[in-house]
């Protein structure tokens, strides 16, 4: 079997590498990385028998057209409601298909989210930094970026086929605007009045978003003693807020350590569908206790695995090859 050569003929912003991150390193000064809606890219590896942590392409609202120059390979796409053209057809995501030579996919962002995940059922060498190839959005470290021109190339490998084209979405994967979180680490820097308004809201996602973190737009919770605190370590899902009174919550590459005051953090659980709340849309913060934050979260990975089994199982030989979605 030929060697499989794609070209990315077009390649918006944010578009990159992802795997499931490098954990370990943030004492260190390195951020974990690793897809910002981690359910999705392990969704589009097991829809296409890829092992788990398997490098995909993560897409931004911005798109990408890839074409095929050599070879075919099967292709998996998940993640927020974007759109897909190929092969004169016109779906949805949560797809798949074959890629032949002088075929294109283009990916546009359709009703909702904001990252979707293109999985190949290949092997390709992607470069790796410490142990990852999930790329760091502010240095391009790992994988890398994908901008406009730039090839891949995939070791042969033997067709998975025939696979229905369509992925069962779950419930999980939709955005989620309800947020629940435990208060702190530093709520003592804030006043009464700026916790409950924490909780109040109204609070909306704004432009202002990378893979770094999202601002949002709400009610003014400003600290309320002066921010001389010490830069302590950071955890992704925390409510990180500047003197200003601008509440930003922190996603996959965010810095490692930092001086401002966090209020709450959101619960590592909510965090991928909280990246497919596209901007304008409103978001709201629940408190929970650490004990019931411990049982979403061990209900979250349950609910997860179900899926993701449950998807591997789907994913075997089935009659009609792509079939028309």
Known sequence: MSEVELCLRFAGPHVSIQ????PGWARFGVPQSGAMDRLAMRAANAAIGNAPGTPVIEISRGGVQIGCEAGEIAFALTGGGFLLEHSGQRRGSWSRGLLRAGETL?????????WCYLAFAGQSLVHTW?????????????????????KLHFAPVGPRLPLSPR????ILARPRHILRVTPGPQERYFPESSIEALYAGPWKVTTAADRMGTRLNGPAIAP????????????RGSIQVAGDGVATILTADH???GGYPRIATVLDCDLGAFAQVAPG?????????????IAFARQHVAASERYLARLSFLSQPVQGLFLPS
């Not at 849309?281 to 934050?293: D, H, I, L, M, N």
């Open 130 to 150: 410490l142990g990852s190839a999930a790329t760091h959005g502010a240095s391009g470290f790992g994988g890398g970026k994908l901008v406009t021109g730039a």
């Open 19 to 22: 795997d499931e991150g490098r």
């Open 224 to 235: 309320l003693a002066p921010l001389d605190m010490a830069s302590e370590p950071l955890t």
């Open 281 to 293: 849309q409103r978001v709201a913060f629940v408190p929970v206790s650490p004990g019931q934050a």
């Open 255 to 257: 810095q490692t350590t």
């Open 106 to 114: 283009v990916i546009r962002p359709g009703i909702w989210g904001n």
């Open 167 to 170: 992925i069962p979405c779950p």
